[in-house]
């Protein structure tokens, strides 16, 4: 473990994608979710809870739609609960599958927040939505929150019930964010070089530090990534082991060291990749992200004399399923 850096026993923020399956196949998905797509099974799931570390400060369950895999997210929310009773636990929704007697159950089951993301022109939005949901919210004393970097304000106590909405647009979330998935394949993915999505919340910003307020560890399905969009490979499987394993094996190598310190365009300065050559190569690209998978791909699938392939795998997904 380098000098510095301390074992991790708390986590500012878990974002899991336990489902790629969803209601609907849109086409700015970045994890190519889609009906009848892989769910972590029961077993999985409560041999990734066993593996993550004694302390939480947020909690997002995600997917896919999590509403499709209802009663398996029901057990999740009162699982996690049970072990993290000081978490902020969210569950991030299009709400197309959200009535009042599902909604009643998760706040029983410890629920806190539902981020209501679909409010965009990518998700269908049947007429009266959006106000039908807020009144179902405001009817459980549900208070709407201001959208922003959760990492940039104070956490609400675990008891606090809230909500907000929003979805895919240029200026909120698009971004330089999804260089992934159907975006990427349908050319919706909007380029933008100069956005270092690596240095702020949700990307790999502070990912091999305990307890920074800029950490956040993302999961699909079982396996961990760094950042939301998701690096070529995944750092590990949690079923298998801790994430206090899977990160130190990552600590010192300075691959990762510069992913977590947010500067993608040092990660190949120990290999002789210069930082100009770096910089050039993302505005060549567009993006940070496909200069990371650019560099990951040369510099550790080579070395194990595996091919690239033209799109990213689906993450954490096994094999190449058919893709819409």
Known sequence: MPMGREPL?????????????????????YNWSRPGAPTVTRDEAMALIANLPPRIRRINLSGGEPLTEYPLLLELVGELRR???????QIQTNGDLLDAERLDALLDAGLGHIALASEDDWHPTPEGKFDALRELFASRAMVETPLGDPGDREPLPPEARTFNVWGATPDFWVGGVWPRGRALKLGLAKLMPDHNFCDRWSGAL??????????????QLTSVYPCCPGTVEPLGDLT?????????????????????????????????VDREHAQRRIQ????VCLWCDEFLRERLLAARGEQAVE??????????????
């Open 9 to 29: 026993t708390e986590l500012e923020s878990f974002y899991w994608v336990f489902t790629h399956n969803c209601n609907l196949t849109c086409a700015h998905c």
């Open 83 to 89: 072990r993290y009773p000081d978490a902020r636990l």
């Open 206 to 219: 502070g990912f091999l530090d305990n307890g920074s307020s800029a950490q956040e560890i993302a999961v």
């Open 240 to 272: 298998q082991e801790p994430l206090a394993s899977i990160l130190a094996r990552h600590q010192g190598d300075p691959i990762w060291e510069a992913l977590s310190d947010g500067d993608p365009a040092a990660m190949g300065l120990e290999a002789g």
């Open 284 to 287: 060549e690209l567009g993006s």
């Open 311 to 324: 799109l990213l795998p689906v993450m954490g997904e096994s094999g190449h399923p058919e893709r819409a």
